[in-house]
């Protein structure tokens, strides 16, 4: 557990300028095992992070084993870092007119969880972005829904996005 409240001790500190979540460093406790064979006890701590952008996985690697106080830190996975998709594009504009269309206001949001994005998009190197319909807010959560027609106008928005997209000429062209 010293290792648990150090990870969260850190975490509080790091956090404590930050104004977005998004920004911050989020640490969850996975599992927590121990045990004994007569010769020996264990222990065996599991947890997981949502790490800012400014914050690498191998950055945060470093900081557990100072974290860890001599005991074995072991990543499990792939640690994905965090990305952020740039607002200037092609195709943010082609999306924006496509929500605007309808009478649309366009937002954007800084998702905090990890999508498939975080992966193909750094290693695409091409612009891209997340829209869809629902309440972001509610993604991966017992309430996650959406309503069939903000879903109806999604497709429109997607349609008309793709529309102006093809219209325009490439980057350099």
């Known amino acids: 557990m010293k290792i648990w409240l150090a990870v969260?001790?850190?975490?509080?500190?790091?956090?404590?300028?930050?104004?977005?979540?998004?920004?911050?460093?989020?640490?969850?406790?996975?599992g927590l095992k121990s045990g004994q064979d007569g010769y020996e006890q264990w222990a065996r701590l599991t947890l997981g992070a949502r790490l800012p952008i400014d914050v690498s996985p191998e950055d945060w690697y470093i900081k557990l084993n100072d974290l860890a106080d001599g005991a074995e830190v072991a990543p499990i996975g792939y640690a994905i870092p965090a990305w952020v998709c740039e607002k200037n594009t092609l195709l943010v504009r082609s999306f924006l007119s496509g929500i605007r269309a309808?009478?649309?206001?366009?937002?954007?949001v800084y998702k905090t969880g990890t999508a498939d994005l975080n992966?193909?998009?750094?290693?695409?190197?091409?612009?891209a972005l997340v829209y869809g319909p629902g309440d972001s807010a509610l993604d991966h959560t017992p309430n996650e829904s959406i309503v069939l027609a903000e879903y109806q106008k999604a497709v429109g928005v997607l349609e008309s996005a793709?529309?102006?997209?093809?219209?325009?000429?490439p980057p350099g062209a």
């Open 8 to 30: 969260q001790a850190f975490a509080e500190q790091f956090n404590a300028v930050k104004s977005r979540v998004f920004d911050k460093i989020l640490p969850t406790l996975r």
């Open 102 to 108: 309808p009478g649309g206001t366009p937002s954007f």
């Open 119 to 127: 992966i193909v998009a750094p290693a695409w190197q091409c612009p």
């Open 162 to 169: 793709l529309r102006d997209l093809v219209k325009r000429p």
